[in-house]
């Protein structure tokens, strides 16, 4: 019996197999012009532009430098938390739920996948991966106020409320897909530099 597939060409020129992933066939350029495009919260959000993953993954990095002291690699896994959405989209929690383990257990071979190619443990640490979940969840409460039109007692409902003088400067971000992309990519260069020479 053959064995199902599920390829993908990408603009590198890859063909990634959704399926059973390589980290060879996986390049930073394809995941950064994804997640730019990819838009949170379906695209129902304030704004001219809708409000991508990539800008997403942005702000949890530096949520989780304001959470404490992090090195660069564990800021480069928060940065790449979300990357398989490059490929599988953003879905909300409640349709995710819905589908069922199938979809997890995409994300999480595609995540395995992308943690090898950029030099991760296959398995995010349980400690760090806490800690990208709260920053995470105080992105999903800015975003949710700022932009997807909670009021801040609904939103404290759904992600908990943040200590808002801890975030004191951050902030969602509304850029074209382009320069979302060449910011997530600018950002990506760094951590991998900062964690090579640590």
Request: no cysteine; aromatic share 6%; hydrophobic share 45%.
């Amino acid at each position: 019996m053959a064995r199902m597939r599920a390829w993908q060409r990408m603009l590198s020129g890859r063909r990634l197999d959704l399926l059973d992933p390589t980290p060879m066939d996986i390049e930073i350029a394809d995941i950064a012009h994804g997640l730019a495009f990819v838009a949170r919260w379906n695209g129902q959000t304030l704004g001219d532009w809708p409000y991508s993953v990539a800008e997403h993954s942005l702000l949890v990095v530096d949520i989780l430098d304001r959470l404490g002291p992090s090195t660069p690699a564990e800021r480069l896994a928060a940065l790449l938390h979300d990357a398989p959405e490059y490929v599988i989209g953003d879905m909300i929690s409640p349709v995710k739920s819905a589908v069922g383990p199938d979809y997890e257990a995409l994300d999480e071979r595609l995540q395995t996948a992308i943690n090898l190619r950029f030099g991760l443990p296959a398995a995010t640490p349980q400690r760090l991966k806490r800690r990208i979940k709260k920053a995470d969840r105080i992105s999903a409460w800015l975003e949710a106020t700022q932009i997807a039109g909670f009021t801040e007692a609904e939103a404290d409902r759904y992600f908990g409320r943040p200590n808002l003088a801890s975030l004191r400067g951050l902030g969602v971000t509304l850029r074209p897909p382009a320069e979302a992309r060449a910011a997530f990519l600018d950002r990506h260069a760094t951590l991998s530099a900062e964690r090579d020479a640590a």
